[in-house]
Structure formats: structure tokens, C-alpha cells
T-cell receptor
């Protein structure tokens, strides 16, 4: 049982470049999330999805886009990379209720130069 | 005022010590309280979960919730060097959206 898988693990982007961070889960969870984690700032919610075809903005959505065409996959798109997007990105999934917590992926470490 | 407050540490303790990690919160609607452990360069993993008030024990770990004071704690008994990690509290009102603390970095010295 793989849980939540994120690719790539590391990436260096130049300013203005675009990329997609991949996230897939095999637990049949309807709810999926993207967070960024900066030193001393905790986890900030970027986007979330409550099911295939349904997405919504979190706390810090600017500069990002998401799509959810299947239950398993929830890619995060950076269109015009900026240095402020240097961070560690975590994808997570959960069942519908609030009582089970999240299962996190191992993260993507992104540097924009 | 942040919705969830957590001392960032670092907290350094000798091996075998009892560790107390804490979070305070402002939203009285929070009912689900969780602790995650995050090793360096890894994703957070769920450690403990409690619902409403009270205590929950799992091996060397005890989670405590005091809703009247809006205060939650995680106690680690007989701490080990392998417990060295960042500990994040998280809480929810029962929906799927959790609010996370900033994390406390713990170092257990051998």
C-alpha cells in the first residue's frame, strides 16, 4: 500500500518557468490537499479537493492551479515560477470525516532561482 | 491572534526525560485534535488523535485536551533519540479542513 506518492522529490526552476507537481493516492480518499511548508511558518493550505471535478482555494492559492480529473490524482501547477514559491510542497489525502487525519506524501522540495 | 499557537523550540532534553509539547487555540468549535511527527526532510505522520476533551494514551505517548482552557498537550515518556523530530499539532471543527500549528522542534540527546 503506497499511500500518497509525490513526484518529483526535488526540482530547481528558473524564474518564469512552469512545472507540475504530481500527487497520487491509492486509498480511495475523496479529499485531497496541497500544502506548502516554509521554515517557521507551518503548513499553509494552497488548494483542496473534495472529489473528482471539485476543487477550491485554500489560504495561499495565488500563483498555483489544480485539477482533479480522477479520485487518485491531484496535480499542482505552477505557471510562472517566482522566488517566493521556493518551498517544500506536501500533498495529503483524507477520508470524508474529520476524525481520521491526513496521510501526507513525502514532499517536493522546490527552489526557484 | 493566530488560530493555533505553538512554541517553535527547539526543545533539547536528555534521553529518558519526560517531554511536554503544547498548543493553544482560539476557536472553540475545534473538536478533533491531532499530533503529527515530522522527521527531517519527510512528510508529517499522524501520531495521536483525540476527540473533544480528555486524555488518550498510546505506549510512551499521551495526548491531553483541555477545551475549557483551549489547550492541548502531548507528553512523551522515556524519550529516545529517535523521538527527535518536529511535532505539529492540528485541529478541526469536524470538517475535513485542519488548522496546523507551526511545529515544535525536539532534540533528545543521547
Amino acid at each position: 500500500n503506497a499511500g500518497v506518492t509525490q513526484t518529483p522529490k526535488f526540482r530547481i526552476l528558473k524564474i518564469g518557468q512552469s512545472m507540475t507537481l504530481q500527487c497520487t493516492q491509492d486509498m480511495n480518499h475523496n479529499y485531497m490537499y496541497w500544502y506548502r511548508q516554509d521554515p517557521g511558518m507551518g503548513l499553509k493550505l494552497i488548494y483542496y479537493s473534495v472529489g473528482a471535478g471539485i476543487t477550491d482555494k485554500g489560504e495561499v492559492p495565488n500563483g498555483y492551479n489544480v485539477s482533479r480529473s480522477t479520485t487518485e490524482d491531484f496535480p499542482l501547477r505552477l505557471e510562472l515560477a517566482a522566488p517566493s514559491q521556493t518551498s517544500v510542497y506536501f500533498c495529503a489525502s483524507s477520508p470524508e470525516t474529520g476524525s481520521s487525519g491526513y496521510t501526507f506524501g513525502s514532499g517536493t522540495r522546490l527552489t526557484v532561482v | 491572534q493566530k488560530e493555533v499557537e505553538q512554541d517553535p523550540g527547539p526543545l533539547s532534553v536528555p534521553e529518558g526525560a519526560i517531554v511536554s509539547l503544547n498548543c493553544t487555540y482560539s476557536n472553540s468549535a475545534f473538536q478533533y485534535f491531532m499530533w503529527y511527527r515530522q522527521y527531517s526532510r519527510k512528510g508529517p505522520e499522524l501520531l495521536m488523535y483525540t476527540y473533544s476533551s480528555g486524555n488518550k494514551e498510546d505506549g510512551r505517548f499521551t495526548a491531553q485536551v483541555d477545551k475549557s482552557s483551549k489547550y492541548i498537550s502531548l507528553f512523551i515518556r522515556d524519550s529516545q533519540p529517535s523521538d527527535s523530530a518536529t511535532y505539529l499539532c492540528a485541529m478541526s471543527s469536524g470538517t475535513y479542513k485542519y488548522i496546523f500549528g507551526t511545529g515544535t522542534r525536539l532534540k533528545v540527546l543521547a
